[in-house]
Protein backbone atom coordinates (compact mmCIF):
# COMPACT_ATOMS: atom_id res chain seq x y z
CA UNK A 1 0.00 0.00 0.00
CA UNK A 2 2.92 2.30 1.00
CA UNK A 3 4.30 1.80 -2.28
CA UNK A 4 1.39 2.70 -4.27
CA UNK A 5 1.61 5.82 -2.57
CA UNK A 6 5.33 5.87 -3.18
CA UNK A 7 4.55 5.74 -6.88
CA UNK A 8 1.72 8.16 -7.12
CA UNK A 9 3.11 10.73 -5.17
CA UNK A 10 6.36 10.35 -7.66
CA UNK A 11 4.01 10.66 -10.34
CA UNK A 12 2.33 13.79 -9.76
CA UNK A 13 5.33 15.07 -8.35
CA UNK A 14 6.98 14.80 -12.15
CA UNK A 15 3.84 15.66 -13.72
CA UNK A 16 5.06 19.68 -13.76
CA UNK A 17 8.40 18.59 -15.06
CA UNK A 18 7.35 16.89 -17.41
CA UNK A 19 4.46 19.56 -18.29
CA UNK A 20 7.44 22.34 -17.79
CA UNK A 21 9.84 19.78 -20.90
CA UNK A 22 6.98 19.48 -23.39
CA UNK A 23 6.10 23.41 -23.42
CA UNK A 24 9.60 24.14 -23.87
CA UNK A 25 9.90 21.99 -26.55
CA UNK A 26 6.65 23.65 -27.76
CA UNK A 27 8.37 26.78 -27.76
CA UNK A 28 11.66 25.82 -29.48
CA UNK A 29 9.63 24.20 -32.28
CA UNK A 30 7.57 27.53 -32.68
CA UNK A 31 10.88 29.31 -32.31
CA UNK A 32 12.37 27.50 -34.78
CA UNK A 33 9.61 27.70 -37.19
CA UNK A 34 9.80 31.75 -36.87
CA UNK A 35 13.14 31.73 -37.60
CA UNK A 36 12.79 30.09 -40.66
CA UNK A 37 9.89 32.33 -41.50
CA UNK A 38 12.38 34.74 -40.78
CA UNK A 39 15.41 33.51 -43.11
CA UNK A 40 12.33 32.95 -46.00
CA UNK A 41 11.47 36.41 -45.42
CA UNK A 42 14.85 37.93 -46.08
CA UNK A 43 15.57 35.41 -49.00
CA UNK A 44 12.71 36.34 -50.95
CA UNK A 45 12.64 39.59 -50.23
CA UNK A 46 16.13 40.17 -51.00
CA UNK A 47 16.27 38.47 -54.20
CA UNK A 48 12.79 40.50 -55.30
CA UNK A 49 14.90 43.94 -54.23
CA UNK A 50 17.72 42.93 -56.29
CA UNK A 51 15.63 41.74 -59.52
CA UNK A 52 13.38 44.65 -59.52
CA UNK A 53 16.37 47.07 -59.26
CA UNK A 54 17.83 45.74 -62.35
CA UNK A 55 14.96 45.77 -64.40
CA UNK A 56 14.25 49.49 -62.82
CA UNK A 57 17.40 50.89 -63.74
CA UNK A 58 18.70 48.82 -67.01
CA UNK A 59 15.23 50.36 -68.25
CA UNK A 60 15.68 54.06 -67.15
CA UNK A 61 19.54 53.94 -67.94
CA UNK A 62 19.49 51.37 -70.81
CA UNK A 63 22.62 48.81 -71.70
CA UNK A 64 25.97 49.02 -70.99
CA UNK A 65 27.46 52.19 -72.70
CA UNK A 66 24.55 53.20 -73.89
CA UNK A 67 24.64 56.42 -71.69
CA UNK A 68 26.73 58.17 -69.12
CA UNK A 69 26.84 57.10 -65.38
CA UNK A 70 24.21 59.35 -63.45
CA UNK A 71 25.81 60.53 -60.28
CA UNK A 72 24.24 60.86 -56.74
CA UNK A 73 27.20 62.14 -55.72
CA UNK A 74 29.55 64.13 -57.99
CA UNK A 75 32.59 61.41 -58.76
CA UNK A 76 31.93 59.54 -55.24
CA UNK A 77 28.62 57.56 -56.13
CA UNK A 78 26.30 56.83 -58.83
CA UNK A 79 24.44 55.05 -61.32
CA UNK A 80 25.94 52.80 -64.20
CA UNK A 81 24.66 50.12 -66.12
CA UNK A 82 27.24 47.13 -66.37
CA UNK A 83 27.27 43.20 -67.37
CA UNK A 84 29.45 41.37 -64.77
CA UNK A 85 30.71 38.30 -66.99
CA UNK A 86 32.40 36.94 -63.33
CA UNK A 87 32.03 36.45 -60.19
CA UNK A 88 31.58 38.75 -57.01
CA UNK A 89 33.06 42.47 -58.05
CA UNK A 90 34.30 40.94 -61.66
CA UNK A 91 36.09 38.11 -61.03
CA UNK A 92 36.68 35.13 -62.66
CA UNK A 93 35.48 36.04 -65.81
CA UNK A 94 34.03 33.50 -68.81
CA UNK A 95 32.97 31.11 -65.83
CA UNK A 96 29.26 32.23 -65.29
CA UNK A 97 28.52 28.21 -65.99
CA UNK A 98 30.72 27.41 -63.19
CA UNK A 99 29.55 30.14 -60.82
CA UNK A 100 25.92 29.00 -61.64
CA UNK A 101 26.37 25.65 -60.65
CA UNK A 102 28.15 26.64 -57.16
CA UNK A 103 25.05 28.61 -56.82
CA UNK A 104 23.00 26.09 -56.77
CA UNK A 105 25.16 23.66 -54.39
CA UNK A 106 25.53 26.43 -51.91
CA UNK A 107 21.29 27.34 -51.65
CA UNK A 108 21.29 23.39 -51.02
CA UNK A 109 23.85 23.50 -48.20
CA UNK A 110 22.51 26.42 -46.89
CA UNK A 111 18.65 25.16 -46.46
CA UNK A 112 20.76 21.80 -44.94
CA UNK A 113 22.47 24.24 -42.40
CA UNK A 114 19.28 26.69 -41.59
CA UNK A 115 16.82 22.56 -40.85
CA UNK A 116 18.59 19.88 -40.39
CA UNK A 117 22.05 21.01 -38.74
CA UNK A 118 19.79 23.55 -36.41
CA UNK A 119 21.16 27.01 -37.68
CA UNK A 120 17.90 28.66 -37.25
CA UNK A 121 17.78 28.10 -33.40
CA UNK A 122 20.54 31.59 -34.08
CA UNK A 123 18.35 34.58 -35.24
CA UNK A 124 22.12 35.68 -36.47
CA UNK A 125 22.89 32.83 -38.26
CA UNK A 126 19.54 33.10 -39.33
CA UNK A 127 19.93 36.53 -40.77
CA UNK A 128 23.18 35.82 -42.28
CA UNK A 129 22.11 32.82 -44.46
CA UNK A 130 18.91 34.65 -45.55
CA UNK A 131 21.11 37.20 -46.74
CA UNK A 132 23.47 34.72 -48.66
CA UNK A 133 20.40 32.82 -50.16
CA UNK A 134 18.94 36.05 -51.48
CA UNK A 135 21.97 37.38 -52.88
CA UNK A 136 22.55 33.84 -55.02
CA UNK A 137 18.75 34.01 -55.81
CA UNK A 138 19.30 37.36 -57.59
CA UNK A 139 22.57 36.38 -59.36
CA UNK A 140 21.64 33.39 -59.86
CA UNK A 141 18.73 34.22 -61.95
CA UNK A 142 20.91 36.37 -63.99
CA UNK A 143 23.61 33.54 -64.73
CA UNK A 144 20.58 31.08 -66.01
CA UNK A 145 20.22 33.70 -68.98
CA UNK A 146 16.84 34.91 -67.75
CA UNK A 147 17.16 38.65 -68.62
CA UNK A 148 19.01 38.18 -71.81
CA UNK A 149 17.35 38.99 -74.92
CA UNK A 150 18.45 38.13 -78.94
CA UNK A 151 20.96 40.61 -80.38
CA UNK A 152 23.05 40.98 -76.96
CA UNK A 153 26.42 40.20 -76.77
CA UNK A 154 26.92 35.96 -76.19
CA UNK A 155 28.85 36.51 -73.31
CA UNK A 156 26.20 38.44 -71.73
CA UNK A 157 24.22 35.30 -71.19
CA UNK A 158 25.71 33.93 -68.08
CA UNK A 159 26.86 37.55 -66.74
CA UNK A 160 24.96 39.60 -64.32
CA UNK A 161 23.78 43.05 -64.36
CA UNK A 162 25.26 45.52 -62.15
CA UNK A 163 24.59 48.92 -61.50
CA UNK A 164 25.95 50.68 -58.21
CA UNK A 165 29.25 52.72 -59.02
CA UNK A 166 31.33 53.62 -56.65
CA UNK A 167 34.47 56.27 -57.33
CA UNK A 168 36.80 57.61 -54.92
CA UNK A 169 39.71 59.80 -55.40
CA UNK A 170 40.58 58.92 -58.88
CA UNK A 171 39.36 54.77 -58.51
CA UNK A 172 36.54 53.24 -59.61
CA UNK A 173 34.96 50.54 -57.67
CA UNK A 174 33.72 46.97 -59.92
CA UNK A 175 29.94 47.72 -60.24
CA UNK A 176 27.75 45.73 -58.30
CA UNK A 177 24.56 45.70 -57.33
CA UNK A 178 22.18 44.80 -54.34
CA UNK A 179 22.70 40.59 -54.43
CA UNK A 180 26.32 41.55 -54.10
CA UNK A 181 25.97 43.74 -51.01
CA UNK A 182 23.32 40.74 -49.48
CA UNK A 183 26.44 37.87 -49.87
CA UNK A 184 28.99 40.31 -48.44
CA UNK A 185 26.86 41.70 -45.45
CA UNK A 186 25.93 37.40 -44.99
CA UNK A 187 29.30 36.53 -45.21
CA UNK A 188 30.74 39.45 -42.92
CA UNK A 189 28.10 37.84 -40.40
CA UNK A 190 28.91 34.72 -40.97
CA UNK A 191 32.67 35.67 -40.42
CA UNK A 192 31.83 37.62 -37.34
CA UNK A 193 29.86 34.63 -35.93
CA UNK A 194 32.87 32.41 -36.55
CA UNK A 195 35.29 34.82 -34.72
CA UNK A 196 32.63 35.21 -31.54
CA UNK A 197 32.40 31.83 -31.13
CA UNK A 198 35.68 31.05 -31.54
CA UNK A 199 36.72 33.16 -28.69
CA UNK A 200 34.13 32.23 -26.75
CA UNK A 201 33.16 28.74 -26.91
CA UNK A 202 30.30 27.35 -25.16
CA UNK A 203 31.01 25.92 -21.56
CA UNK A 204 30.47 21.96 -20.91
CA UNK A 205 27.62 22.04 -18.33
CA UNK A 206 29.45 21.49 -14.81
CA UNK A 207 27.76 17.81 -13.10
CA UNK A 208 28.77 17.50 -9.23
CA UNK A 209 28.91 14.12 -8.00
CA UNK A 210 27.52 12.95 -4.74
Known sequence: MLWSFAQVYK?????????????????????IGLRVLLFAIIAIAGSAADLASKEAVFAWRGLPNENPPWWLVK????????????????????????????SIVASIAILIWLIGYGAAQSRWLTVALGCV???????????????????????????????????????????????DSLL???AIML????????????????????
Not at 11 to 31: L, Q
Not at 142 to 165: A, Q
Request: aromatic residues 12%; proline residues 6%; charged residues 15%.
Open 11 to 31: ISAAGPCIESFAMKSIDEKNS
Open 75 to 102: DLAGIETAVNIGALFGMGAGLGWLFALA
Open 133 to 179: LGGIIGNLYDRLGMWYKPGMPVEWKSGVRDWILLCYNGYTWPNFNIA
Open 184 to 186: VCG
Open 191 to 210: AWHSLMSTAHPPQEPIIESD
